[in-house]
């Protein structure tokens, strides 16, 4: 829908990140997703066994 010729967007939405570096970190992630919009939570998966991050979000 667009109102007054700017489309509206779904404010609650959940996006996937994959190919991260292991030097990553969920904050350095919060820091930049804070740039689009507010952000509720960033999730990075761990290794059970080497509790390195998977490289993705």
């Keep these: 829908m667009t109102v007054g010729g700017v489309e509206e967007r779904n404010q609650d ?5 994959g190919g991260l570096d292991e030097k990553t970190t969920e904050s350095i ?7 689009a919009g507010p952000v509720v939570n960033v999730h990075m998966p761990k290794d ?3 509790m390195q991050h998977q490289g993705l979000v």
């Design 13 to 17: 939405a959940t996006i996937y990140v």
């Design 29 to 35: 992630l919060w820091e930049l997703f804070l740039q």
């Design 48 to 50: 059970r066994i080497t």
